[in-house]
C-alpha cells in the first residue's frame, strides 16, 4: 500500500516541540521574533504571509508584517532591513519573494543580517551550508529531511533523485542529502530542463523530489514502484468551479499515488514543513542571539 505522507501531522509535532522552546526563551525574558516583509500585490504571497504570520502566533513567536508599496525603491526596501537587523527584538527576517523586478533579489537577501536569515539564502548561509557547517537551512529542503525521517525513509545509500535547481530548493537539497550525516549519505542526482533521458533517471531512483514549478510535470509512467516520491510544486491552475484556483504539484498524484511507495500530497505535504521550519529557525536565531541554551527538536 502506498503510504500518503501526511505534512500537516508532522508539522504539527514539530511545532509542539518548539513550542516548549519558546517557552525556555520565555522563562528567560526572551521572545523570539520573526519580521516578514512583502512588497507585492500578489495573492498568493499574501496568503503565505499570512500563513507564516499565523503559525508564529500559534506558538508564541511575536510576528511583525512589514507591507510595502511595490512600487517602492530598492534603497527604501534596504533601508527598512538595516532597521530591523538592528532592532533587538527582531531575530528573524523574511522578504517574501518574488520582489518586484526593479528590485535586485540578490542584493536584498545580502543586506540581511545572516544571523537573522531565517530562510537560510545569505550567501554566508548558503558557503556554511556547503562546507557542511549550516546555521540556519533553508526551510523547504530542510523540512523535507525531517518529512523523510519522520517516515522511516533511510537516506543513506540510496539515490536521489532531484528535479529542479534553483536556489531555494534543488540546490539546498542536493547539498543537504550529499551530507555526511544521518539525514544525508544519499548519492544525489539534480535534474533540470536541460536534463536528457530524465525519465530514465527518475526510474532507477529510490527517492524523487520534485522541485521544478511545473504543474504535474511528472506522471506514475515516469517512476517505478518503490519509489518514495516528494512534492515540492504549489502551483495555482484556473479550476472549474468558482474558487477561481486549484492548487496542484510537480506531480500527477491520482497516477503517481499507483506506483510510488510513499508520496506527500498538495496541499498538506511539503508546505506545511517549509512553515514549521521557518518557525524552527527563528526559535534557533533567538536563542543564539540571546545566548540562551535549548534543546531544538
Ligand atoms: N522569502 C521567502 N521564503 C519562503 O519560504 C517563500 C517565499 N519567500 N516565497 C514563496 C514561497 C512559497 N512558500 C510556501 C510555504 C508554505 C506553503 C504551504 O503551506 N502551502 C499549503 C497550501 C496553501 C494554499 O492553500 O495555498 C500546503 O501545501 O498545504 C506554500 C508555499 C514559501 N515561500
Redesign the pocket.
Known sequence: MTEIID?NEIADRIKTELEVCVETLSDHGVTPGLATVLMSDDSA?E??VN?KQRACEEIGIEGRHHELDPETSSDTLEGRIEALNENPNVHGI????PVPDHVDEQTILERIDPMKDV?GFHPENVGKLVTGDPQLKP??PHGIQRLLAATGVETAGKDAVIVGRSNIVGKPMMNLLVQKNNLGNATVTTCHSRTNNLTEKMRNADIVIAAAGVPELIDGSMLSEDTVVIDVG?NRVDADDDKGYE?VGDVEFESAVEQASAITP???????M??AM?LYNTVKAASLQENVDIDLP
Open positions: 505534512g504571497s496568503t503565505y500563513m523574511l522578504v517574501q519573494m530562510d526551510c523547504t504549489v492548487l498538495v496541499p498538506g505535504g511539503v508546505g506545511p517549509t512553515i521557518l
